[in-house]
Structures are given as structure tokens and as C-alpha cells.
T-cell receptor, first 116, second 114 residues
Framework: AQSVTQLGSHVSVSEGALVLLRCNYSSSVPPYLFWYVQYPNQGLQLLLKYTSAATLVKGINGFEAEFKKSETSFHLTKPSAHMSDAAEYFCAVSPRRSGNTGKLIFGQGTTLQVKP | EAQVTQNPRYLITVTGKKLTVTCSQNMNHEYMSWYRQDPGLGLRQIYYSMNVEVTDKGDVPEGYKVSRKEKRNFPLILESPSPNQTSLYFC?????????????FGPGTRLTVL
């Protein structure tokens, strides 16, 4: 069965520092890949997604992620953290196969803390 | 405004008292789904619906029911809630399933079962 692993349930960075949130998936066929952000008391909002085009995907709010097939990874980065980036981030996959039920398989989530 | 709405946003109830959480989307999406979010587990799918009158179980369907009589609505029913169903619930919708489409999420319903 497919699974998603997010390394680190909590990540703390200083304002202006690089943000790196890690995501690895397990699948023999590269799935569709997503990063969602959840601000306190809100639903999930899509940051970016990888379908099959460029391996470096740019999203909203200055975030980007790089798909690396050899490493089965889809890490999320942002060059300079802002206080407003503090939130919980979820990596998710959707299998790329016939009969796909549309289910998103989520990682455990990573809480990003940004210190002034 | 294109959105997924859920009601209620917060609910405290007692074991065994039937409840319904409503979900509605105004984007004419074919696909709708319910997830529950628990600390350390991420989100897990409860039920999904590919289209009107077509529903199926997700990964954690026990204790839940759904119906899809109209395209826009997808209520989640707990006929006899138990404390282990205390969780944060999200409804989501998507134009179609299985082709890498984004899923749009509602604001969530925080349920506590005493």
C-alpha cells in the first residue's frame, strides 16, 4: 500500500531562514503529489502539486517543491521564512493508476514554527 | 465565491445520540469525500462519492454513513457516536477523481463525543 512519510513533526526556523519540509513516498509508480497548508482553525489549502510536467514545482506564497524520482521525495522549500508561514503542512499523494478512487493519502503533518 | 461549507463547525454530543454533519459545495464538482484528522495520523478518508448516488468506503468507514442524493451535498451521518469518533472532520470536493485534480477542503467540523 502506498504511504507518505514526513520527517519531523515539528520544524522551527528563524524569520528569514530557509524552510525545508521533507516528504517521502512509497510507490513503484510516481503518484500525483501535493502539499497542503493548514492555518489554525482553517481547512486545508493547496500550496502546490506535481502531476507530470516540470520536476520543480512553484506554488503560492513563495514555496516550491522538487520531485526526485530516484529518492522518492517531494520536499517543500522556501528561501526565506515569514512569520505568516507558521502553520501545519501536509504532504499527500494520489495513486496514478486505473480505478483510482481519488483518495488522497496524507503524511502525518509537520508543524512549522517561525521565530522572530 | 467558490467554496465548500460544513455545518456545524463545532459540536459536543453524548455517546449514542445520532448526528449529521452537512457538507455542500458550489463548484459543480463530481467528486466529494470525507476525511478525519487526528494528531500524528494526518487525514484519513472515511467515505467518498464519485458522483450522485455513487458512494464507497474509504479507509476508516466504521461507524459512519453518507448519502449523495444531489451533486452539491454530501452529509456525514453518525448513527450512534462513540468517544473514539472525537476528531476533526473535513469535507472535500474535486472536479473529477483520479487525474491529479486538487481537492478543495471545507473549514472543518470539530466533534467531541462524551
Amino acid at each position: 500500500a502506498q504511504s507518505v512519510t514526513q520527517l519531523g513533526s515539528h520544524v522551527s526556523v528563524s524569520e528569514g531562514a530557509l524552510v525545508l519540509l521533507r516528504c517521502n513516498y512509497s510507490s513503484s509508480v510516481p503518484p500525483y503529489l501535493f502539499w497542503y497548508v493548514q492555518y489554525p482553525n482553517q481547512g486545508l489549502q493547496l500550496l502546490l502539486k506535481y502531476t507530470s510536467a516540470a520536476t520543480l514545482v512553484k506554488g503560492i506564497n513563495g514555496f516550491e517543491a522538487e520531485f526526485k524520482k530516484s529518492e522518492t521525495s517531494f520536499h517543500l522549500t522556501k528561501p526565506s521564512a515569514h512569520m505568516s508561514d507558521a502553520a501545519e503542512y501536509f504532504c499527500a499523494v494520489s495513486p496514478r493508476r486505473s480505478g483510482n478512487t481519488g483518495k488522497l493519502i496524507f503524511g502525518q503533518g509537520t508543524t512549522l514554527q517561525v521565530k522572530p | 465565491e467558490a467554496q465548500v461549507t460544513q455545518n456545524p463547525r463545532y459540536l459536543i454530543t453524548v455517546t449514542g445520540k445520532k448526528l449529521t454533519v452537512t457538507c455542500s459545495q458550489n463548484m459543480n464538482h463530481e467528486y466529494m469525500s470525507w476525511y478525519r484528522q487526528d494528531p500524528g495520523l494526518g487525514l484519513r478518508q472515511i467515505y467518498y462519492s464519485m458522483n450522485v448516488e455513487v458512494t464507497d468506503k474509504g479507509d476508516v468507514p466504521e461507524g459512519y454513513k453518507v448519502s449523495r442524493k444531489e451533486k452539491r451535498n454530501f452529509p456525514l451521518i453518525l448513527e450512534s457516536p462513540s468517544p473514539n469518533q472525537t476528531s476533526l472532520y473535513f469535507c472535500a470536493s474535486s472536479p473529477l477523481a483520479g487525474v491529479g485534480n486538487e481537492q478543495f477542503f471545507g473549514p472543518g467540523t470539530r466533534l467531541t463525543v462524551l
